[in-house]
């Protein structure tokens, strides 16, 4: 069965950091493209970055491009999210999935909140 487990997330001032994880299980975590997606309040989920099995291919939104990294560790079957430079409209629930689009399977979420 596959699990997903997202943690990292927090209340961060803007201008802040935070580095999101999500710890894979039941499957072979190196074999797939890995993304991470947020959902805002009140509106749909929206594609943030994703990473390809080996890790050294990567793209990102253009709204988060410059700001956030995304990472993967094989061997400890974890995916990251560095985020950097946040802003209030990062606001939201992260979410890491299988696959590149991260309509894949999803973990549960961590929220992340920026405000002042």
């Known amino acids: 069965e596959v699990q997903l487990v997202e943690s990292g997330g927090g209340l961060v001032q803007p201008g802040g950091s935070l580095r999101l994880s999500c710890a894979a299980s039941g499957w072979t975590f190196r074999f797939d493209a890995m993304s991470w997606v947020r959902q805002a309040p009140g509106k749909g989920l929206e594609w943030v970055s994703a990473?390809?099995?080996?890790?050294?291919?990567?793209s990102y939104a253009d709204s988060v491009k410059g700001r956030f990294t995304i990472s993967r560790d094989n061997a400890g079957n974890t995916l990251y999210l560095q985020m950097n430079s946040l802003k209030p409209e990062d606001t939201a629930v992260y979410y890491c999935?299988?696959?590149?689009?991260?309509?894949?399977?999803r973990g549960q979420g961590t929220q992340v909140t920026v405000s002042s």
């Open positions: 999935a299988k696959g590149l689009h991260g309509n894949g399977s």
């Open positions: 990473i390809n099995s080996g890790g050294d291919s990567t």
